[in-house]
């Protein structure tokens, strides 16, 4: 049988006149897009463009809450209590409603982005302070988690609609967190052999990992970095793929 799955990137991540990533052409390939909020990356006029190209595409449109680190580009580690990481993500997931809904659009489901993805990826507790902080302002979002990590643990714990997530341009632990960039393999840039692992974990309907391990995955929707240079070669490559397998691609019901 077919399955249905959801194709995302992160985007908005340009900031005043710099440039980062394609996103008008992702968005004519995915069918979710993860939003900067301003804090690792991206401002209110970036915001504003891309949430009204999403719109315009049928995209579903998602708020990617970072560390306030334009600098490090939210990929640094910070040492944050429960309170200040609650309001961190209330205020950009807040940013994010409200440019979303002046551009036609909603917010439909929320992902963390970089060091604090990774560090609620490992701490259950820390993510469930950044996930009860969002469902306080919408208890309908759906969360976006990486699946077999603390974050998959703390959504489901908390109740709430969860999309599991798989990356198709990073490598991946045995433990199914993601290999750290620093070390050679992590990101994956060759379209071909992105697209051949995706095909093959939707397949599988498992996490294939570097150490040889197949991890049994719930795999809602498959992501891809928007700041790669490969990223709309992988996108297109991996929507291909998918759809060659008879695997319709289809934004989130949210």
């Known amino acids: 049988m077919a399955r249905k799955v959801d194709l995302n990137a992160d985007m908005g991540e340009s900031f005043g006149p710099w440039v980062m ?27 504003a463009r891309t949430m009204r190209l999403a719109v315009e595409n049928g995209v579903g449109i998602g708020a990617h809450p970072g560390f306030a680190d334009l600098q490090g580009f939210g990929r640094r580690r910070m040492s944050l209590p429960a309170s200040q990481l609650r309001n961190l993500v209330q ?15 909603r917010v439909a489901h ?15 507790a820390m993510a469930t302070a950044c996930y009860e902080a969002a469902l306080e302002i919408d208890p309908d979002l759906i969360v976006m988690v990486l699946v077999g990590t603390a974050q998959e643990r703390a959504a489901e714990a908390l109740g709430c609609r969860i999309a599991g997530e798989i990356f198709a341009d990073r490598a991946y632990n045995d433990d199914a967190t993601l290999v750290d960039r620093s070390l050679p393999g992590a990101v994956i840039h060759d379209p071909q052999v992105a697209a051949r692992r995706i095909a093959g974990m ?53």
């Not at 394609?22 to 970036?46: E, K, Y």
């Open 21 to 47: 990533g394609r996103d008008a052409d992702l968005l004519r390939i995915v069918t979710s897009a993860n939003i900067a909020c301003g804090f690792h990356a991206g401002d209110p006029d970036v915001m």
């Open 202 to 254: 939707v397949a599988a309907g498992a996490i294939l990992t570097e150490g040889g391990l197949s991890l049994p995955a719930r795999i809602d929707t498959i992501c891809l970095h928007g700041d790669t240079p490969e990223a709309v070669a992988i996108a297109a490559a991996v929507r291909g793929a998918l759809e060659a397998d008879g695997v319709t691609l289809a934004r989130l019901a949210g």
């Open 110 to 124: 929320l992902k963390l982005h970089g060091a604090l993805a990774n560090m609620a990826a490992d701490d259950a």
């Open 91 to 105: 205020y950009q997931l807040g940013a994010a409603q409200a440019i979303a809904r002046a551009a036609g659009g």
